[in-house]
């Protein structure tokens, strides 16, 4: 599954401010910078950002973190079992059953936004 929009899911914790992109300037406010809200690509921080975001959504959801990788999650029931794989901004999901894919994508795409 690829995350089409990985590091811009992060919230940041800590002030950041960026001079106003080129081409959207406001005339008069030449000078002025922009605050971030949510993580941009190319910022230091996004990768860990949305790396905890996404880290507290699959706990909430049942999952545990593999004692090896902090990066390999799974969740085990007597109906299923999903393992999922993180990398940079994609993921591999991985189930018994479609039951389990489906059910994970689901959470993920309502939790993530």
Not at 3 to 12: A, H, P, Q, R, Y
Not at 100 to 111: C, D, N, P
């Amino acid at each position: 599954m690829d995350v089409k929009i990985t590091f811009l899911n992060g919230d940041l914790s800590e002030k950041v401010y960026m001079k106003q992109p080129e081409g959207f300037i406001l005339l008069g406010n030449e000078k002025e910078v922009c605050k971030l809200i949510k993580s941009l690509y190319g910022l230091k921080q996004a990768p860990k950002q949305w790396h905890e975001k996404f880290d507290k959504t699959i706990l909430l959801n049942g999952f545990h973190h593999n004692g090896v990788n902090k990066c390999m999650y799974s969740k085990f029931t007597k109906d299923l079992s999903v393992i999922i794989c993180l990398y940079v901004d994609g993921m591999l999901i991985f189930s018994t059953n479609m039951i389990g894919i489906v059910e994970t994508k689901r959470h993920l795409t309502l939790s993530l936004k």
